[in-house]
């Protein structure tokens, strides 16, 4: 066996070895130790400073929001936890890396990277990509929007971040990225994303956004190939949650070339009904204009059609419009004289409907009332100044009361005088306004032969009405 020899070291030489090997060797060593040393000053001033202005936060949230991922990759060496909730809100550091404009993608990465749960909502339900949303962050909710697919095992595609965009109605994140990816073929992959972004739209966006999409995007419906995208666009346009039905429906007639719209493809559709039994001339005489239902009238739309699933007609959808029921009913309703008081099943005439809409559509009811709508017309034992007190409209309740003061003095439902209807609906200005200004007594005897006082089964009016008798006394 061959005998190894070992160099032995001198003890005195040893320390200095020791010592040379933390020492830099090269002048690329010693540039790379000085940007070491420097790069933990700098870290730890940016601890500090965290520590100091975080507040009640905890570090690794305030470092989110206003720091780096550099400083967020410390605290949680440090043994920060990702999924930490603060406070009563209940916010993750993801939430907070979602407001940060200037280093926001990558604390997002590093975060998720770090087992952070991207689908974690705070106390009000809004998830981190929520924050980011608001907060005009497109970089950061973008980021957030491709990491959300990932867990599902989904594709981010630009058409699905546009169409996201879309159904958030967050028209400046959508510009955004069509203007980014338009050029590009994988934004429209399939013909039929147009459509369900039209679709989308239609539901869920403003007249802004559609505006934007059929002359900016230049969505050619020409294109779509189903046969009833007339029929599911209008659909959507009903069902539109920005209460801007009546001015989207109104822009499509006008913007598409209505003709074009409803008719040329297929003439039968301007006589079909949707599945609630409604006409397109209701449904434009709900959510549309004059110039729409005149247009429909003159391509054979039937006026005196009536809904055969709900009974309504032309007046009761007119007299839900919003915008422009009144010029609506004021333009067609000489002719429907004899349907003014019909019922829909609802056992609703139209001026309930107009009744139903806030102060400003009194003018509705008005020109109904011009129509000969019948105020002594009862629904479920109710007359209409009752009515409006069940309603708690106490403007519309003096506006009928002005049209016939004798509504006041006829029982209502189950035999219960106006007072005694008030009281159980209690609204106190529309009962102080009954007792001070119209006479009502609380001490009135009511159905079953009490007082009002006695009878209602409201104990905020009951305690109301004891006032004003102790008052008046």
């Known amino acids: 066996m061959n005998n190894i020899k070992v160099k032995e070291e001198n003890p005195e030489n040893s320390g200095t070895s020791r010592k040379r090997k933390h020492e830099p060797q090269t002048p690329r060593e010693e540039t790379k130790m000085k940007l070491d040393e420097q790069y933990e000053k700098w870290i730890k001033t940016k601890l500090r400073f965290v520590e100091k202005n975080k507040g009640d936060l905890p570090a690794l949230h305030f470092a989110a929001r206003v720091s780096d991922v550099d400083v967020c990759r410390r605290l949680v060496q440090q043994g920060a936890n990702v999924n930490e909730k603060c406070g ?49 962050n497109y970089k950061s909710a973008t980021r957030l929007y491709i990491h959300s697919k990932i867990p599902y095992s989904r594709e981010a595609t630009i058409n699905s971040w546009l169409h996201f965009c879309i159904k958030q109605n967050l028209l400046q994140f959508a510009k955004k990225v069509y203007n980014d990816f338009k050029s590009e073929d994988i934004l429209w992959k399939y013909p039929y994303n147009r459509f369900c972004i039209l679709e989308t739209a239609c539901k869920v966006g403003d007249l802004e956004m559609c505006k934007w999409l059929l002359e900016e995007v230049e969505i050619d419906v020409n294109q779509f190939e189903e046969n009833d995208w007339k029929d599911k666009v209008l659909e959507q346009v009903a069902r539109n949650r920005k209460n801007e039905a009546s001015k989207i429906l109104g822009y499509l007639f006008s913007r598409l070339d209505a003709a074009k719209f409803v008719h040329e493809k297929d003439g039968d559709l301007i006589n079909e009904v949707n599945e609630d039994g409604a006409t397109i001339l209701h449904l434009a005489a709900k959510f549309g204009d004059v110039k729409t239902c005149q247009w429909l009238i003159d391509l054979g739309q039937d006026l005196y059609a009536t809904n055969k699933q709900t009974f309504a007609n032309f007046l009761h959808d007119a007299a839900q419009n919003r915008w422009f029921g009144h010029s609506i009913i004021q333009i067609f309703g000489h002719n429907l004289r004899g349907y003014v008081n019909a019922i829909d099943e609802n056992v609703y005439t139209p001026l309930h409907y107009a009744l139903f809409n806030e102060i400003e559509h009194q003018n509705v009811a008005e020109t109904l009332l011009e129509l000969g709508a019948d105020l002594s017309v009862k629904r ?94």
């Open 88 to 136: 009563v809100l209940g916010a993750i550091p993801l939430h907070y890396a979602a407001l940060n404009q200037a280093h926001g993608e990558g604390i997002i990465n590093f975060l998720v990277g770090k087992g952070c749960d991207i689908d974690t909502a705070d106390a009000h339900h809004d998830k981190a990509i929520n924050y980011a949303t608001q907060a005009g």
């Open 380 to 473: 479920k034992g109710n007359n209409f100044l009752h009515f409006c007190i069940v309603m708690g409209k106490i403007e519309l309740a003096k506006f009928v009361h002005a049209k016939d003061k004798n509504l006041i003095k006829e029982k209502g439902e189950g035999g219960k005088t106006t007072l005694h209807i008030a009281a159980d609906n209690f609204d106190e200005e529309i009962c102080a306004w009954l007792v001070k200004e119209e006479g009502a007594d609380p001490q009135e005897i009511t159905v079953g032969g009490k007082s009002v006082l006695e009878s209602t089964s409201s104990k905020d009016a009951k305690k109301f009405l004891q006032s004003l008798i102790t008052t008046n006394n």
